[in-house]
């Protein structure tokens, strides 16, 4: 979760993947977003990041899960207008929060852990997804309640396609699709997009003075996979720092930056970095294609 301020009266709040953030960043020429936990100089007039490695929608291994990150952005909006009121500092003010574009990335550390748990199987994890979507509704509600009107809601990517959970269970032609992916879990991965774009749907009549748009990351960075070549991409199931290789270049027990691990000779050609995060060029693609679409166009967020 970032905010993020495009002008002093229009502030961007994300709760969302931080790459991913960073590369939208950079296509408009704005600065990074400081970490919401940054204790060295923070320079938050450009927005925050409230995004947490490991995050989930519900408790599991990292604190910060997504209410923990609602509740971080409610104390950081009581402080700023706090210390505006006492003249100091530069902070977003109460028409840069309303005018703020909040983008919410969340969910695919809740499928992966559920998958596993579940031995790879679709339905215990399927049962779960509702739960997963009632936690980011709430966020959304929350934060409208906080002020919040204009919301960007990503869908999760394609897991399946990821180097690391190619390299990590074992599989046959069967368990993939047509490209070469995990099928269970983007089958899940979709199931899961078409719960959170239902769920878009629903707030849209329930939130009337808020902007409510669904942003179809998964299809985008599908679109990666499927056709590398026209991105600049090759051997896309392949990390590019890891270890073992030819297919996937991933080894649980020498991940990137761990003894023995590689780096591919040219960054920009890779997909996916370390088995599961994606690369600047990927994100910044991904960025691209995002902001090019018009109904996500970031001046019609600001016409009101």
């Known amino acids: 979760m970032a905010l993020h ?76 207008l706090e210390l505006l009121s006492l003249g100091s500092g530069n902070f977003i003010n109460e028409n840069g929060f309303r005018s703020a574009l909040y983008m919410i990335d969340i969910g695919q550390n809740d499928l992966l852990v559920a998958l596993y748990a579940a031995n790879l199987t679709y339905a215990p994890v399927a049962a779960k997804i509702p739960s997963f979507i009632a936690e980011i509704k709430l966020a959304v509600q929350n934060l409208y309640l906080y002020g919040g009107r204009k919301f960007w809601i990503h869908s999760t990517g394609p897991l399946g396609c990821a180097p690391k959970e190619l390299a990590l269970h074992a599989h046959n032609d069967t368990d993939l699709d047509k490209i070469g992916c995990f099928r269970v879990h983007n089958d899940l991965a979709k199931l899961f997009n078409k719960g959170l774009r239902r769920m878009c749907k629903e707030l849209k009549h329930e939130l009337k003075s808020a902007v409510i748009v669904y942003v179809d990351v998964y299809s985008i960075k599908y679109n990666l996979f499927a056709k590398p070549s026209k991105y600049g991409f090759i051997e896309p199931f392949k990390a590019c720092c890891g270890y073992g290789g030819p297919p996937n270049n991933y080894n649980v027990k020498a991940t990137c930056g761990q003894p023995g691990y590689n780096i591919c000779d040219n960054v920009t050609s890779a997909i996916v970095w370390d088995g599961v995060h994606y690369t600047e060029a990927a994100n910044k693609a991904v960025a691209a294609t995002i902001l090019s679409t018009p109904s996500l166009k970031l001046e ?5």
């Open 5 to 80: 301020s495009f002008t002093e009266a229009r502030a961007a709040l994300a709760m969302a993947d931080s790459s991913l953030t960073f590369s939208v960043s950079e296509h408009l020429n704005l600065s990074y977003l400081s970490p919401y936990l940054e204790s060295l100089a923070p320079n938050f007039t450009s927005g925050v990041n409230f995004a947490v490695a490991g995050a989930m929608t519900l408790p599991q291994f990292v604190p910060f899960q997504l209410d923990v990150q609602v509740r971080q952005f409610v104390h950081f909006k009581n402080r700023s």
């Open 300 to 304: 019609r967020f600001w016409l009101d």
